[in-house]
């Protein structure tokens, strides 16, 4: 039975910084997956002995509220815990927290599990991982569906490359927080992220090109989209802190 609540811990080096010097977008995502994983491989359930069952989890939306970034040298304690199966999808919270015990970050992320080959959604089966909520944790924010612009314009495109890739074969999902930081219109100089939606619609694969859009929506949050000549790559929502370099 895994543990209700996972921790773990980690530094923020040199080559985790942004060029504000504070803790890189990606690089939330990218401690998000190793927290996650090693939640789970601390019961057993290793990323090979789940590919070796015919199952592999895939991210499919992640909600960020982001009271601060991290800075160069701080320890991060992240906590992790399963929330509910809700309909194919496996919802999990975490929380980022500083050496003194402040909330730095909270996030809601949804999971499917899927066959690592076609790739086809396996319905869940918690009698496989045998996942306890957590009783009494939450946060204060959920894994929102984008609701992409219809007419935006077009602000670059993205050359999927093999740095970009995971193990899984596809673009990784933290590579996704760069690109909103690199095509945010404007630019990301003094810009600070309050709430932060992802939705990964479709894989992106060796070779294939993303068109970026970008624009507002009613509400004035930025709204960055990315598809390929054949499908949606993903859609996210930005709310920036106070109307920080609005």
């Not at 999990?92 to 899927?114: K, N």
Request: hydrophobic share 40%; charged share 25%; aromatic share 10%.
């Amino acid at each position: 039975m895994l543990l209700p609540v996972y921790t773990c811990d980690f530094d923020i080096t040199s080559y985790e910084l942004d060029a504000q010097m504070r803790l890189r977008l990606s690089s939330v995502l990218r401690f998000m997956q190793e927290a996650a994983g090693r939640h789970l491989e601390s019961r057993g359930l290793t990323y090979e002995y789940m590919r070796q069952n015919g199952v592999v989890f895939l991210l499919t939306r992640v909600g960020l509220k982001i009271t601060r970034l991290p800075a160069w040298h701080e320890c991060v304690t992240v906590q992790t815990w399963f929330v509910r199966i809700e309909g194919a999808q496996f919802v999990r919270e975490m929380r980022f927290c500083d050496a003194g015990g402040e909330t730095l970050i909270e996030a809601q992320t949804l999971w499917i599990t899927a066959d690592p080959q076609s790739h086809r959604i396996i319905r869940p089966d918690n009698n496989f991982f045998k996942m306890q909520p957590a009783e009494g944790e939450k946060v204060d924010i959920t894994a929102e569906r984008v609701a992409v612009l219809k007419q935006a314009p077009c602000v670059g495109r993205k050359e999927v490359r093999y740095s970009d890739l995971d193990c899984n074969r596809h673009l990784n999902n933290a590579v996704y927080a760069d690109l909103i930081c690199d095509f945010f219109p404007g630019g990301f100089f003094g810009r600070e992220i309050d709430r932060l939606s992802i939705d990964f619609f479709g894989e992106a694969l060796l070779g294939e090109i993303i068109e970026i859009t970008a624009g507002e929506d009613a509400r004035g949050r930025v709204v960055v989209s990315g598809n390929t000549d054949t499908h949606r790559c993903f859609g996210a929502c930005v709310e920036l802190r106070d109307g920080l370099g609005k």
